[in-house]
């Protein structure tokens, strides 16, 4: 089986999934998140935030494919934690993939696309590991 050619950050998925449920998706605010992993947003700020938008239902829809790094998602809190939740929910229902160096990250809710288009594979793992370093380092004292 090849899940998605992500077999090789299956665990690192993993954790974030954990990290998200127990603790980001409690979050509302972005000073939130900082608590959390201070790199992991310095690292969404520098080399990600730049290529995501928000858009609606009909926008996702109808958005081409296209060759630029771009993630299209819907809004619900801030930003960085809006695209915590389609992240997670994608590796969750199976259907974030790797291909090349992109890592697609659609997502649906209801049958609506809420999420739909890719960013840099690598940025995103790097986010991800800063969010579990971050997480475990602040956890271990406890």
């Known amino acids: 089986m090849r899940y998605n050619n992500l077999e090789s950050q299956l665990k690192t998925l993993a954790k974030f999934v954990f990290i998200y449920e127990s603790h980001i998706k409690h979050m509302s605010k972005e000073a939130d998140f ?3 992993s201070t790199n992991a947003l310095n690292s969404f700020k520098k080399s ?4 995501m938008k928000y858009a609606n239902d009909e926008e ?3 958005e081409k ?3 630029r790094q771009t993630l299209l998602f819907t809004k619900s809190k801030v930003q960085i934690l809006d695209f915590c939740r389609h992240l997670r929910n994608s590796f969750c229902h199976g259907i974030i ?4 160096c992109k890592l697609n990250i659609p997502d ?3 049958g609506k696309e809420t999420s739909k288009g890719f960013l840099d594979y690598d940025n995103v793992i790097v986010f991800i ?3 579990i370093k971050d997480f475990e380092e602040k956890n271990a004292t406890h």
């Open 108 to 110: 649906r809710n209801r």
């Open 34 to 36: 900082k608590e959390i």
């Open 65 to 67: 494919t296209s060759n």
């Open 97 to 100: 993939s790797k291909d090349g």
């Open 48 to 51: 990600m935030q730049k290529n």
């Open 129 to 131: 590991k800063h969010i």
């Open 60 to 62: 996702i829809r109808n």
